[in-house]
């Protein structure tokens, strides 16, 4: 199982990003997938969740309205579209395997988002 995080970057507040992860090893169409965020000095924070068809979507209270989750199953990708971007969004952003903390088996090595002026 491989999972391929990329797209992150440093954007000035309320500018734009679009994550996308990579999946490999598994057949990605069978399983929930997930964002997770980790910032420096704390532990990690779910984002957001899909489930294995995309037509269920979840998000942070903190990310509502300025992130949406996707994904293409025939290409095996996972993606994060990042609006408005907050000071407060400045993290390592990896996605996961899985639907809640408790259940991931798989994280990718994260993309490094840093929101500035």
């Known amino acids: 199982v491989q999972l391929v995080e990329s797209g992150g970057g440093r954007v000035q507040p309320g500018g734009s990003l679009r994550l996308s992860c990579a999946a490999s090893g598994f057949t990605f169409s069978s399983y929930d997938m997930s964002w997770v965020r980790q910032a420096p000095g704390k532990g990690p924070e779910w984002v957001s969740n899909?489930?294995?068809?995309?037509?269920?979507?979840f998000y942070a209270d903190s990310v509502k309205g300025r992130f949406t989750i996707s994904r293409d199953n025939a290409k095996n990708m996972l993606y994060l579209q990042m609006n408005s971007l907050k000071p407060e969004d400045t993290a390592l952003y990896h996605c996961?395997?899985?639907?809640?903390?408790?259940?991931?088996?798989?994280w990718g090595q994260g993309t490094q988002v840093t929101v500035s002026s």
């Open positions: 899909i489930n294995t068809g995309g037509g269920s979507t």
């Open positions: 996961a395997r899985g639907w809640a903390v408790y259940e991931y088996d798989y």
